[in-house]
């Protein structure tokens, strides 16, 4: 296993979790109207997650004798719609699933890495799924239908 190769892997995804944490935070204070109930705290928990996640690899980049990135690994984006905010925020997940995937196919030599990060992707997996499940319903205005439909028993 090219070690260095591992600490440049897991650079990245941390820089990612980085931006992620920037960009979690920012959506959470922009959300508006009736999805701020719903979403601010689900934005905030996802940021305060991504911190955990930098702060988790970043133990050990240096457990490998490495230095932990200080970078935003891409630019925060941001928006005031809640759709565009959850795409925004489905393609850095998807970023930073790339990045784990990538440490993981490094990390041949070492099991203790290589199950720590399979554990991380599925558990990174399952948010992903999650976002692409709101987004269908925002889509699909079916959050709104659900209301409704409550209202109406
Ligand atoms: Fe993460």
């Known amino acids: 296993m090219d070690v260095k190769k591992v600490i440049n892997a897991l650079n990245k995804a941390i820089a990612l979790e980085h931006a992620a944490v920037l960009q979690y935070q920012q959506h959470a204070l922009l959300v508006s109207g009736l999805w701020r109930r719903v979403f601010a705290d689900f934005f905030s928990a996802h940021s305060k997650d991504s911190l955990d996640h930098a702060h988790k690899f970043g133990q050990k980049v240096v457990a490998l004798g490495g230095v932990p990135t200080v970078e935003i690994g891409t630019s925060v984006r941001q928006s005031t719609d809640l759709e565009e ?3 925004q925020d489905l393609q850095l997940e998807r970023e930073t699933m ?8 490094l ?8 199950t720590m990060l399979e554990s991380h992707i599925e558990s990174e997996q399952r948010d992903i799924e999650e976002l692409e499940m709101y987004l269908g319903m925002v889509k699909t205005k079916g959050i709104e239908r659900e209301v409704n439909l409550r209202r109406v028993k």
């Open 85 to 87: 905010m959850l795409q």
């Open 107 to 114: 990390a041949a030599g070492d099991v203790a890495l290589r």
């Open 98 to 105: 790339q990045a784990y995937l990538e440490a993981h196919e």
